[in-house]
C-alpha cells in the first residue's frame, strides 16, 4: 500500500511545483498581495468617494439614495468654495514658486565643496525630513500673537513698535502667506536634494565640452544643465504639487481655516464638511474637485518626461 | 587685489549658508529652547526669548512624562510602525522581486500604477475609508492606522525595491536554479539574502512614513489615549484655548529627532527611490 500511495503525492507535489515553477503565474503569485491590498483599500475607497458624492449620504442619515450632481452644483454655486478653490491654488502654486527659487539657489550652494558640506546639508534637510505636524506647532507658536519670537525681533530691531506689531495667523493677508511661508519652507529642501540628484547625474564631460566651446556659466547652466536635469525636477514638482494641493495638516494646525475661511483650501474643507459637519456626500464632493487638477498635473509631467527621454 | 575679492565672495558664500542654515533649523532651535524654558521666562514679553533669562529647567519634560499620555502615544506609534512595517514587507518584497523580473508592458504599467498611487491624497480617501474602518469596528482604534497606513507604504516600498532587484543579475537565481532549487527556492535563499540593505531601507522608511503622517490619523481616532505621538503632541496638550507650548515643544523635539536621523542616513536611496526611471 505505502509503495503505491508514495509516488501519488510525489506526484501530485511535483505538478505544483511545476506550476510554481512557471514565471508568469510565479510572477502573479508574489505581486498579487500587493495589488488586492491596494484595490481594497484605495481603489474601492476612491469609487467609494466617487459614489457618496452624487448620493446625499451623511453620518446622520446614511441613505445611499442617488441625487445626480446636486452636489457638485450647491458647491460651486457657493462663492465660499470659489473662494477655497482659489486659495488653494495660491497656496500651491504660491509656495512652489517660492521653493523651487529657494531650491535652486539651496543646490548651488551645496554643489561647491565647503569644510562642513555634509552637516550643513544634513541640517538643510530638517524640514523636509520632520513630520509636518510637528514643525508646523513650532511655527505656530513662532506667530504666536503675543510672544511671536519674530514680533519681538522687529520691535527690538525698531522696524515696529509692540501697538502695530501684526497678528499674523489673525490677519487675512498675512495668514495665507503664513502658510504659504511654512510649505514653501517644508518643501524648498526636497527641492534642493532633486536639484542636486539632477546636477550630479549630468556627466561632466558634456559640461567641460560646453566650458571648451565657450558656453559661460549661465549659458552651461541654462542651455546644458537645465534641459538635461528637467525630468527630474519635473517628478520633484509632481510631489510637490500633489502633496501641496491636497494639503491639510499645515492649514488645520496653523490657521484652523481662518480667519473667516481666508485660508481654506480644499482639503481642509472636505475634511470640516465630510468629517467635523459629517456631511459625507458633500465632502466627498469637495474632495473629488481635487482630481481634474491632479490629472492633469501628473499626465502632463508623465507625457513631458517621455517626451524628453525619445 | 585679487585676493580681496575672493575673500569677498567668501564671506558672501558663507554668509548666504549660513543664512540657509538658520533659516531651516530655527524653528528646531525654538522647540529645544522652548522646552527647556521655565514658565514665568516663556511668557514673560520683555525677557529675550533667543537665550535663557531664567535657570533652564526639565520641568515641561517632566510634566509631559508624568502627567501626560506622551509615553503611551509613543507606544502607540512603535506598535503601529512595527505592524505596518511587518504588513509592507511581506507584501511589497515579493512584489517588487516580482515587477522586477517580470518583463512585458503589463508589468510595466502595472510598476507605475502601483507607484501612481502613492500619489493618490489621503484628503481624497479620508471620507470613504473612515465607513470602511467603521464597518470594520475599527473606528476610534489606533489599529485603524496599521489598516490604511499599507496603503501608501506598500506603493512607495514596492517601487523602491523594484529598482533594486533590478541592479541584482538574475544570473544568480539561474545558477541556484541549474543547482536544483526551484524558483521560488531560488528568490529565498539567494535573492533575500543579498536584498538586506535594501529591506533595511523599507524598515526605516515605512517607519518614518508613518510616524509622518497625520490627516489619516487625525479623521479616524480621537481617543486619546489611542493617539499617535504625532497626533497626540499636535492636538492633545491644548486645553481648551490654553497651548501648553513648553509641553508641545517637548513633546515634538522628541518625536522629531529619530526621524530627522533616519532621514538623513537613507537620503540617498530615499531620492534614487522617488526619482525611479527619471535619472539613467
Known amino acids: ?310 | 587685489m585679487k585676493a580681496l575679492s575672493k575673500t569677498a565672495g567668501d564671506v558672501g558664500f558663507y554668509g548666504t549658508v549660513a543664512f540657509f542654515v538658520v533659516m531651516t533649523t530655527f524653528p528646531f532651535y525654538w522647540m529645544v529652547i522652548t522646552s527647556l524654558k521655565s514658565n514665568s521666562d516663556l511668557y514673560n514679553v520683555t525677557n529675550i526669548p533667543f537665550w535663557f533669562n531664567e535657570a533652564p529647567t526639565l520641568e515641561h519634560f517632566k510634566y509631559l512624562f508624568e502627567q501626560t499620555l506622551f509615553t503611551r502615544w509613543l507606544w502607540n506609534s512603535l506598535v503601529i510602525g512595527l505592524c505596518v512595517t511587518a504588513i509592507t514587507l511581506v507584501t511589497a518584497v515579493p512584489a517588487g522581486y516580482s515587477l522586477a523580473r517580470m518583463s512585458g508592458r503589463s508589468a510595466e504599467s502595472l510598476g507605475i500604477g502601483i507607484f501612481l498611487t502613492y500619489l493618490v491624497p489621503p484628503t481624497l480617501l479620508f471620507l470613504p475609508l473612515s465607513r470602511i474602518i467603521a464597518e470594520l469596528g475599527l473606528q476610534n482604534s489606533m489599529w485603524s492606522l496599521v489598516v490604511v497606513y499599507p496603503t501608501f507604504t506598500i506603493p512607495f516600498c514596492t517601487w523602491l525595491l523594484m529598482g533594486f532587484f533590478k541592479a541584482i543579475p538574475p544570473e544568480i537565481e539561474e545558477a541556484a536554479i541549474v543547482d536544483g532549487c526551484s524558483l521560488f527556492g531560488a528568490f529565498i535563499k539567494m535573492v533575500i539574502p543579498l536584498s538586506v540593505p535594501a529591506i533595511l531601507t523599507v524598515i526605516i522608511f515605512t517607519f518614518t512614513l508613518t510616524l509622518q503622517e497625520f490627516v489619516y490619523a487625525l479623521t479616524f481616532v480621537s481617543a486619546a489615549d489611542q493617539k499617535p505621538i504625532t497626533l497626540g503632541v499636535t492636538t492633545d496638550l491644548v486645553r481648551g484655548d490654553v497651548f501648553f507650548w513648553g509641553e508641545i515643544m517637548a513633546g515634538a523635539l522628541i518625536a522629531s529627532i529619530p526621524v530627522a536621523i533616519a532621514y538623513n542616513l537613507f537620503l540617498d536611496r530615499f531620492i534614487s527611490g522617488i526619482t525611479g526611471g527619471a535619472v539613467k
Open chain 1, 1 to 310: 500500500m505505502v509503495d503505491i500511495a508514495a509516488p501519488v503525492t510525489a506526484k501530485s507535489a511535483s505538478r505544483f511545483r511545476f506550476i510554481m515553477d512557471r514565471r508568469e503565474v510565479l510572477g502573479s503569485v508574489l505581486v498579487a498581495p500587493a495589488v488586492l491590498y491596494v484595490l481594497l483599500l484605495v481603489g474601492l475607497p476612491f469609487l467609494l468617494a466617487v459614489y457618496y458624492s452624487v448620493s446625499a449620504y451623511s453620518i446622520y442619515n446614511p441613505s445611499w439614495r442617488f441625487v445626480g450632481l446636486t452636489n457638485f452644483v450647491q458647491i460651486v454655486h457657493n462663492p465660499e468654495f470659489l473662494h477655497t478653490l482659489g486659495n488653494t491654488f495660491l497656496f500651491t502654486f504660491g509656495s512652489q514658486a517660492l521653493g523651487l527659487v529657494l531650491g535652486k539657489f539651496g543646490a548651488f550652494l551645496l554643489l561647491r565643496p565647503f569644510p562642513g558640506r555634509r552637516i550643513v546639508r544634513a541640517l538643510i534637510i530638517l524640514p523636509w525630513a520632520v513630520p509636518i505636524a510637528l514643525s508646523t506647532v513650532a511655527w505656530q507658536w513662532m506667530f504666536d500673537s503675543l510672544y511671536s519670537v519674530i514680533n519681538w525681533s522687529l520691535i527690538a530691531a525698531g522696524i515696529i513698535t509692540r501697538e502695530d506689531a501684526p497678528n499674523w495667523l489673525g490677519t487675512p493677508h498675512l495668514a495665507m502667506l503664513c502658510i504659504i511661508v511654512v510649505n514653501a519652507w517644508r518643501f524648498f529642501p526636497f527641492a534642493i536634494v532633486i536639484f542636486l540628484a539632477g546636477i550630479t547625474s549630468v556627466p561632466q564631460d558634456v559640461i567641460d565640452a560646453a566650458t571648451v566651446d565657450g558656453a559661460g556659466f549661465w549659458r552651461r547652466n541654462y542651455q546644458i544643465i537645465m534641459p538635461m536635469i528637467l525630468p527630474i525636477v519635473a517628478i520633484g514638482l509632481i510631489f510637490g504639487i500633489v502633496f501641496t494641493f491636497t494639503d491639510l495638516s499645515i492649514v488645520l494646525l496653523l490657521t484652523n481655516g481662518g480667519p473667516v475661511g481666508t485660508t481654506s483650501v480644499l482639503g481642509f474643507e472636505g475634511y470640516q464638511v465630510g468629517i467635523v459637519s459629517g456631511d459625507v456626500a458633500h465632502g466627498a464632493a469637495i474632495s473629488l474637485f481635487m482630481l481634474p487638477v491632479l490629472f492633469v498635473v501628473v499626465i502632463g509631467m508623465l507625457r513631458f518626461i517621455r517626451r524628453r527621454e525619445i
